[in-house]
C-alpha cells in the first residue's frame, strides 16, 4: 500500500496527523501537550508528573474509579510519558473502541477534576518514582547525564525534584495545567485503523475551541559539569556519557545517525567489538542517539565492575576519537541496512508510527515519509559521514558516574 | 490470511511456521529446551552462559563473522535463557529470513572455543553484577530459589560468581552434548517467508545432526511457602516479592490463572492498583502469572518506602483473604479479558510477538493454537472458574523474600 499522511489543521490551529496501516485491527494514539518539564517555572519540576497522574483521578462526569474503569473496560493499553518539550498521553487498543477511547481522553485534558483530595496521593506517587530511582542506578546515571548535558532547563529530570515536588501545592499545580493542557498547540496523532473525518469531527468538538495562549519562549541556561561522581555501595560503576551532535532538524542528521550506528548499531559495531567481545569488561555497553528541538546528542551507557571502570571508560572515549579516523565501507553498508530494517520493522506497530508522526510534526513542522527516510539513509557515504565528523567532531563529553568508585575523566 | 505448517525431520527436528503474506518482517527462533531447571547444582548457570557461547561461533565462522553476518542483514537478533528453555530468535526483512535461518541453524553446532569461553565468563560476570544492582529482579531471583527449594526450578538463570568460576569448557560441552539434540528443540517461524524454502535451509544444516533421546522429568511442585529476607548497603528502598502456587503451561486452568493476575495485579485497574498505587501506598505493585513445564507460580512485586513495608503485607493480606471469601466478580473479569484480549491483537500484529507464542505452545503443548483459538479460550473463561481457581490455590500461602536497606545506613 503507498504511504498516506493524513493532515488536518482545526480552526484554532491544532494539528490532527493520521497515518493508516493496511492489514491492522489495532488503532494507537498520541497527544502531545505543551506541558513538558522544561516548561514548568523554576522550582516547580515535577509538576508536570504529579499533573499527569492527577488527570486521570476524576474527569467529566466520572469519578477516580469510574474514570479508571471506563478505560479498562476498553482493553485499552495507556502509555504516559513526560519529557522536555512534551507531557504524552496514549493508548493503544482495538479499533472499534477508538471514539469513546477519544471521549475519555477529552476528559482528562479538558475537564479534570483536579480536586485537592487527589492532589496528595498523585504527589505522593511521584514522591515514590523520585525514591525508587536511588535503587535503579541503571536509570538514574542517564537521568542525571541528561541534567548535566542540556543546558538548564532543557535537561531536567522528568521525575522532579524532591525539594520542589514537597513545595507543590494544589493550587500551584492546578494553575499550570490550567495553563499548559488546554492548548491548540497540541499535537494528535493517530495510527492503524481508523477513519480520519470521523477523528477530526471528533475532535473539532472537542478542542476546537481551545484558544492559543502567548507564551514567552524558554530561556535557556548554562549546561551542568563535566563529571560527576554519585557514590554507592553497589555491585557496579554505572557510567553515563554524552557529547554533542546534530538535531533532527539539521543538514547533518543522517550522517550522525550512520555515525552512531557504525558505533553501537548492532552487535559487529565498535563499542560492542571492543567493549565486550574483545576485552569482556561489560555485558551492557551502548550509545543512542537523542534530539531535543533545541539541541541534541549522543548518549552511552556501560556498566562495569570497579576495578574495570577505568578502562571501559578510556575504551569508550577512545572509540568515539577513531571514528572520524575512518570508516570502512562495509561497516557503513551494516549501518545503513540496519537503520533501513529496524524504520521497516517500526512501521509495522500502529503505536510506533503514532509516536514518530507526532514527534516529526514537532520537529520539522511535516511528517516525513518513510521513503524519505529510506533514500536519506541509502545516500549516505563514507565520505559523507567522515565530512560531517571532520565538522562535528565528538568532544565535550558529559560524564556521569554512580557506584563505588570514581574515574578519571579527560 | 494466516497459513500453518509442520514437518518433523527423521532426526526428530520440529519445524513449525505460521505464514502471514502481508507481513513486512518475518521472524525465526530456535526453541530449546534447555534452561536453569536441566541443570546440576555443579554446573549451574551453564544454560545462561551457553547461549553466549554460541553467538561465538562455530569451526567456519569466529564471534566476529557471526556479528557481521546478522548485521549486514539488517537483523534484529538476540537470545534469552529460563529456566526452562533458551531461545535464539531474528526479526528481518522478508529477503533475509531464508539467510539468517541458515546462520542460526549453524550455530546451533558451535565451537565453544577455550579462549572465548575464557573472555565470555568475564561478561558473565559483569552480568550477574549488574542484576544485582537491579533489585527488582534480585529479589525476584532470591525468592524463586526459596519458593522451589530443592525442585530444580529454583536453579539461578544466571548462576553466581563462584558457580561460573569454577565451570570448564569441557563441562560445557557435555551438557551441550545431552541437550541441544534435535528432538528437544523447535524451529519456529513467523510473517511473511516461503515455508518451502524454509525446510529445505533448515534441513540442509540439521538434517544430519544424529537423532538422541532426550527428555525431562517433570514434577509438580507447590512450593516451600517459607520467608526470608536480606539487608544490602546500597539500598533505599523495601522490595518484596511473593511467589504463590499457580497453575502448569500444560493446564486448562491458564486462561483463568492469567485474567485471574490481571485481576490482582495489572498495571492499572487491578486490587493492588486501587488499594496501594493510588494511594500512594507503592510506587510499584504487579502480579504476574507464571505458567511452566508440569508446574506454576504467581510471582507478585511491591517496592515501598521502608516505613510502608508491614502496611503493604497487611493490605496484600487482606486482598488475599476477600478472594477466598468473595471471589472476583464479573465486572473485573470483563476488565481483564478486554486487556488480554486488545494485548493479544497488538502483539499478534508483528511477526516477532507472533513468534513467542507460537514457539511456547508448541514447547509446552506440541500443538499449534491459532491466535483465534486463543481468544475463544479467553472469552469462555467465567467467573465461576476463575473463583473455584482461587479455591483451589489458596493465595494466602505463599513464599515471601524481602530486600531491605541495612539499618543504620
Known amino acids: 500500500m503507498e504511504q498516506r499522511i493524513d493532515k488536518y489543521v482545526l480552526p484554532n490551529g491544532m494539528v490532527l496527523l493520521g497515518e493508516p496501516m493496511a492489514g491492522v485491527e489495532s488503532v494507537a494514539f498520541d497527544i502531545m501537550l505543551p506541558a513538558g518539564v522544561a516548561w514548568m517555572p523554576a522550582g516547580c519540576s515535577g509538576a508536570a508528573n504529579v499533573i499527569s497522574d492527577w488527570v486521570f483521578r476524576g474527569a467529566g462526569s466520572r469519578d477516580s474509579h469510574k474514570l479508571g474503569d471506563a478505560l479498562d473496560g476498553l482493553g485499552l493499553h495507556r502509555s504516559s510519558s513526560i519529557g522536555s518539550s512534551h507531557m504524552y498521553l496514549g493508548a493503544a487498543l482495538e479499533s472499534s473502541n477508538l471514539a469513546q477511547a477519544l471521549a475519555l481522553y477529552g476528559d482528562v485534558i479538558l475537564h479534570p477534576h483536579l480536586s485537592d483530595e487527589q492532589f496528595e496521593p498523585a504527589r505522593g506517587l511521584i514522591v515514590e518514582e523520585l525514591h525508587g530511582l536511588d535503587d535503579e542506578p541503571r536509570q538514574k546515571v542517564m537521568i542525571e547525564l541528561r541534567r548535566r548535558f542540556y543546558p538548564d532547563p532543557l535537561g531536567r529530570s522528568t521525575v522532579g525534584e524532591i525539594d520542589d515536588l514537597q513545595s507543590l501545592t494544589a493550587v500551584k499545580a492546578r494553575e499550570l495545567a490550567g495553563r499548559h493542557l488546554n492548548s491548540p498547540r497540541s499535537i494528535f496523532s493517530v495510527a492503524g485503523k481508523y477513519d480520519f473525518d470521523a477523528v477530526c469531527r471528533q475532535l473539532e468538538s472537542l478542542f476546537g475551541r481551545q484558544q492559543a495562549e502567548s507564551l514567552s519562549p524558554l530561556a535557556v541556561g548554562l549546561r551542568g559539569p563535566k563529571y560527576t561522581h554519585i557514590p554507592h555501595e553497589g555491585a557496579q560503576v554505572h557510567i553515563g556519557l554524552m557529547t554533542p551532535t546534530a538535531r533532527f532538524m539539521d543538514k547533518g542528521y543522517y550522517d550522525a545517525r550512520a555515525a552512531v550506528s557504525v558505533l553501537s548499531g548492532g552487535m559487529s559495531s565498535r563499542l560492542f567489538t571492543e567493549v565486550r567481545e574483545k576485552r569482556g569488561l561489560c555485558y551492557a555497553v551502548g550509545a543512542k542517539y537523542h534530539s531535543l528541538k533545541e539541541a541534541a546528542g549522543i548518549a552511552c551507557y556501560a556498566g562495569t565492575t570497579p576495578d574495570k571502570a577505568q578502562e571501559t571508560l578510556d575504551v569508550i572515549i577512545g572509540e568515539f576519537n577513531r571514528l572520524a579516523q575512518g570508516i570502512e565501507e562495509q561497516e557503513l553498508q551494516r549501518a545503513k541496512v540496519g537503520l533501513k530494517s529496524a524504520l521497516i520493522m517500526q512501521s509495522e506497530s500502529s503505536s510506533s508510527r503514532s509516536g514518530s508522526i507526532g514527534s516529526d510534526y514537532y520537529m520539522l513542522g511535516r511528517v516525513r515519509t518513510l521513503d524519505e527516510i529510506k533514500s536519506r539513509i541509502e545516500a549516505r557515504t563514507v565520505d559523507s559521514v567522515l565530512d560531517f565528523l571532520a565538522r562535528n567532531p565528538f568532544r565535550d563529553f558529559t560524564v556521569v558516574t554512580i557506584g563505588p568508585k570514581e574515574v578519571r575523566v579527560g | ?308 513495608g508491614a502496611r503493604v503485607m497487611d493490605i496484600v493480606n487482606g486482598i488475599f483473604r476477600d478472594l477466598a471469601r468473595g471471589g472476583i466478580i464479573e465486572e473485573e473479569l470483563i476488565k481483564a479479558r478486554n486487556k488480554v484480549l486488545s494485548a493479544l491483537v497488538i502483539k499478534n500484529e508483528v511477526p516477532m510477538g507472533r513468534l513467542v507464542d507460537l514457539g511456547f505452545h508448541w514447547m509446552y503443548l506440541g500443538e499449534y493454537r491459532s491466535i483465534e483459538q486463543d481468544v475463544e479460550s479467553v472469552k469462555a473463561v467465567t467467573v465461576d472458574q476463575v473463583n473455584s481457581l482461587i479455591r483451589d490455590l489458596d493465595l494466602n500461602s505463599y513464599t515471601q523474600y524481602v530486600l531491605a536497606p541495612t539499618t543504620g545506613a
Not at chain 2, 534435535?182 to 537423532?211: K, Q
Not at chain 2, 523495601?238 to 502448569?248: D, F, K
Not at chain 2, 502469572?289 to 515501598?304: K, S
Request: overall charge negative.
Open chain 2, 1 to 308: 490470511m494466516m497459513e500453518f505448517h509442520q514437518k518433523t525431520l527423521s532426526n526428530g527436528l520440529v519445524l513449525i511456521g505460521e505464514v502471514n503474506p502481508a507481513a513486512k518482517s518475518a521472524a525465526v527462533g530456535f526453541f530449546v529446551r534447555a534452561g536453569a531447571r536441566d541443570e546440576t547444582l555443579q554446573i549451574n548457570g551453564v544454560s545462561h552462559f551457553l547461549e553466549h557461547m554460541l553467538f561465538k561461533g562455530t569451526e567456519r565462522l569466529n564471534a566476529f563473522e557471526v556479528n557481521e553476518a546478522f548485521d549486514s542483514r539488517g537483523a534484529q537478533f538476540n537470545a534469552f535463557t529460563s529456566e526452562e528453555q533458551t531461545v535464539f530468535y531474528a526479526a528481518v526483512l522478508p529477503e533475509y529470513l531464508i539467510d539468517i535461518t541458515g546462520l542460526w541453524a549453524e550455530l546451533m553446532r558451535p565451537a565453544l572455543r577455550d579462549d572465548d569461553f575464557t573472555i565470555e565468563k568475564n561478561v558473565i560476570k559483569e552480568e550477574i553484577a549488574m542484576y544485582q544492582d537491579t533489585p527488582a529482579f534480585d529479589v525476584m531471583d532470591r525468592c524463586r530459589s526459596l519458593h522451589f527449594g530443592e525442585h530444580p526450578c529454583g536453579r539461578s538463570v544466571l548462576g553466581t560468581v563462584e558457580t561460573i568460576d569454577v565451570l570448564t569448557a569441557g563441562q560445557m560441552r557435555e551438557y551441550f552434548s545431552n541437550r541441544y539434540a534435535p528432538n528437544n528443540m523447535v524451529v519456529a517461524c513467523t510473517g511473511n517467508f516461503d515455508w518451502d524454502r524454509l525446510v529445505v535451509v533448515v534441513e540442509a544444516a540439521s538434517g544430519r545432526w544424529p537423532a538422541q533421546s532426550v527428555g525431562r522429568t517433570l514434577t509438580d511442585f507447590a512450593g516451600t511457602k517459607q520467608s526470608a529476607q536480606a539487608a544490602k548497603p546500597n539500598l533505599k528502598r523495601e522490595h518484596i516479592c511473593l511467589m504463590n502456587t499457580g497453575v502448569s503451561a500444560q493446564d486448562p486452568r491458564r486462561f483463568a490463572a492469567s485474567l485471574l493476575s490481571l485481576v490482582v495485579g495489572d498495571d492499572y485497574g487491578s486490587r493492588y492498583y486501587w488499594e496501594l498505587v493510588d494511594k500512594a501506598l507503592v510506587e510499584e505493585a504487579s502480579m504476574h502469572f507464571g505458567p511452566m513445564d508440569g508446574a506454576g507460580i504467581f510471582y507478585n512485586y511491591f517496592c515501598c518506602g521502608t516505613d510502608n
